[in-house]
């Protein structure tokens, strides 16, 4: 199994979404702040090593709050969690250029038709409040 974090920055119903490149998965869609959870590393710990990595941004532990888990399946059982980002100073930058090729907000009502699917869905069920969903059976 493989846990991922993911990072839900909204601001005035806009959420931040990272255009993927040169990764070999999914290149040239939107997907969200995120990564695997690595060895020895809580969720939570693992998703903020994930922001600061990717956006550049320090965020305390507190300022998470878990808003979906998505059990998702795919070549492995993947489990994914969502976390909220409550506030952060500073605007996020893209520092993994060579991964992304840009960062942009969008409408959390209205996110770009190529946006990766499960992640469409991750966004719609925070929106509608729901906590836990499955998706790819």
């Not at 840009?102 to 925070?126: D, G, M």
Request: aromatic letters at 14%.
């Amino acid at each position: 199994m493989i846990a991922s974090g993911y990072a839900f920055f909204v601001k005035r119903n806009k959420i931040l979404l990272s255009q993927r490149q040169n990764t070999g998965y999914m290149d040239g869609w939107f997907s969200l702040p995120a990564g695997h959870i690595e060895d020895g590393e809580s969720i939570t710990k693992g998703t903020i090593r994930e922001i600061a990595e990717e956006v550049g941004m320090t965020v305390p532990t507190e300022n998470l709050q878990l808003v979906h888990v998505m059990h998702r399946k795919s070549d492995d059982i993947r489990m994914d969690f969502f976390f909220l980002v409550n506030s952060w100073k500073g605007e996020p930058m893209n520092k993994e250029p060579d991964k992304c090729s840009r960062l942009q907000w969008f409408s959390i009502k209205a996110l770009p038709e190529n946006t990766i699917p499960y992640i469409k869905e991750a966004v719609e069920n925070y929106t509608k409040s729901v906590f836990y969903s499955e998706f790819g059976w």
